[in-house]
């Protein structure tokens, strides 16, 4: 017997686009049953970024553990559920079709619909699990009126600026042109030697160092609300090299890592913020929606609580970075506006949004 009421949903959602294995159970797009994560991290920090083979891998040992966990944790029985939702893009095509396989087993076994997700979609919808986003002050998305949002999506795999209008309408507004900023992040820790993943060691780094001591020239871009972060790393590398350049594979000791890292967040939190001002404005945002690993970033937070005239939400960390439980949120309006797809769906790895 199903324990879900009618016109409600219960959803088993799994992600599996980069390095992380997740699956969580979400009760009508907004309440948390159970959240499971099996982070790669460690894996990737020897080769000190994502190393797509070994992800796929890890995938394949981690998916039915943690699937069985999340159901465990739930207390959710197969036959209480509406839906099984997965990530079908964008990602690393040997990583999404883990998760896409395992969803199609699940529903072929139990009968149940199949929801292949955006990812980026999923980013926007972590904001509408229960006390994240503009839903706990009040009902976000709950009516026409509450639209259009902005959301500003910065990940090592994501730059990018996008309109929704309404569930499910989308316009993608902007995005980068070469790195995401995480990646910039990630590419400048390298070059520093502090370690992967970037954002965070040279979040660390930066609170030592002077963010003022060397400027970066802010890229001058066709489209008024795309970002390139190429030209900071390349203007870092400058600096070190003027210093000294590496030896044995770290900086010269000569070299300012702690003014450097401080200079170099100071830019890209610089430009982030000042592109999500002027778009909010211009497509009259009624609140601003920030998702992905960058966000963690205790900088961009500050700046964008204080410059920005609208409501901005930042999800707890744990629904920042990527999660199934956003999947299952993006999953439950999706299936309300009748998305449903066969068993024959494919991965998508360079879906877009918008
Ligand atoms: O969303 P995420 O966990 O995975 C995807 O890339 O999809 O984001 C990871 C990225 C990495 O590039 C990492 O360096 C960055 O987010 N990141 C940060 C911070 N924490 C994680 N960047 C800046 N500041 C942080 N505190
Ligand atoms: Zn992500």
């Given at each position: 017997?199903?324990?879900?009421?009618?016109?409600?949903?219960?959803?088993?959602?799994?992600?599996?686009?980069?390095?992380?294995?997740?699956?969580?159970?979400?009760?009508?797009?907004?309440?948390?049953?159970?959240?499971?994560?099996?982070?790669?991290?460690?894996?990737?920090?020897?080769?000190?970024?994502?190393?797509?083979?070994?992800?796929?891998?890890?995938?394949?040992?981690?998916?039915?553990?943690?699937?069985?966990?999340?159901?465990?944790?739930?207390?959710?029985?197969?036959?209480?559920?509406?839906?099984?939702?997965?990530?079908?893009?964008?990602?690393?095509?040997?990583?999404?079709?883990?998760?896409?396989?395992?969803?199609?087993?699940?529903?072929?076994?139990?009968?149940?619909?199949?929801?292949?997700?955006?990812?980026?979609?999923?980013?926007?919808?972590?904001?509408?699990?229960a006390g994240t986003g503009p839903a706990a002050n009040g009902p976000a998305g709950e009516s026409e009126q509450d639209f259009p949002l902005l959301g500003l999506i910065v990940s090592g795999g994501h730059t990018e600026l996008v309109l929704m209008k309404g569930h499910g309408e989308y316009e993608l507004i902007g995005h980068t042109v070469d790195d995401a900023a995480g990646e910039a992040f990630d590419k400048v820790a390298r070059m520093l030697a502090l370690g992967y993943p970037g954002g965070p060691a040279i979040e660390r780094a930066a609170?030592?160092?002077?963010?003022?001591?060397?400027?970066?020239?802010?890229?001058?871009?066709?489209?008024?609300?795309?970002?390139?972060?190429?030209?900071?790393?390349?203007?870092?590398?400058?600096?070190?090299?003027?210093?000294?350049?590496?030896?044995?594979?770290?900086?010269?000791?000569?070299?300012?890592?702690?003014?450097?890292?401080?200079?170099?967040?100071?830019?890209?939190?610089?430009?982030?913020?000042?592109?999500?001002?002027?778009?909010?404005?211009?497509?009259?945002?009624?609140?601003?929606?920030?998702?992905?690993?960058?966000?963690?970033?205790?900088?961009?937070?500050?700046?964008?609580?204080?410059?920005?005239?609208?409501?901005?939400?930042?999800?707890?960390?744990?629904?920042?970075?990527?999660?199934?439980?956003?999947?299952?949120?993006?999953?439950?309006?999706?299936?309300?506006?009748?998305?449903?797809?066969?068993?024959?769906?494919?991965?998508?790895?360079?879906?877009?949004?918008?």
């Open positions: 017997m199903s324990n879900v009421k009618v016109g409600a949903t219960r959803i088993l959602a799994i992600e599996t686009s980069c390095d992380e294995t997740a699956a969580a159970v979400i009760d009508n797009g907004r309440h948390i049953r159970s959240n499971m994560i099996a982070s790669q991290i460690a894996l990737h920090q020897r080769y000190g970024g994502v190393f797509p083979e070994m992800a796929s891998r890890a995938h394949i040992e981690a998916i039915a553990p943690v699937i069985r966990q999340a159901m465990e944790d739930a207390g959710a029985g197969w036959d209480s559920l509406t839906a099984v939702a997965v990530t079908k893009g964008p990602g690393l095509p040997g990583s999404l079709v883990v998760g896409v396989n395992a969803a199609k087993g699940i529903c072929l076994a139990y009968d149940l619909p199949l929801i292949g997700v955006n990812h980026l979609e999923g980013h926007l919808y972590a904001h509408w699990l609170t030592q160092g002077n963010p003022h001591r060397f400027k970066f020239s802010r890229p001058r871009m066709d489209r008024p609300f795309d970002f390139s972060f190429s030209g900071a790393k390349t203007a870092a590398w400058y600096v070190v090299r003027d210093f000294g350049g590496m030896i044995d594979g770290k900086p010269n000791p000569r070299v300012p890592v702690f003014d450097l890292a401080a200079s170099f967040q100071e830019a890209v939190v610089d430009w982030l913020v000042d592109k999500t001002l002027r778009a909010a404005q211009h497509y009259h945002a009624h609140a601003v929606l920030i998702g992905g690993g960058v966000s963690a970033n205790r900088l961009l937070r500050e700046r964008m609580a204080t410059l920005l005239p609208m409501p901005v939400f930042f999800p707890p960390l744990s629904l920042c970075t990527d999660n199934a439980a956003m999947i299952g949120a993006a999953a439950h309006f999706a299936y309300l506006r009748g998305a449903r797809h066969d068993l024959d769906m494919d991965v998508e790895p360079d879906l877009k949004i918008g």
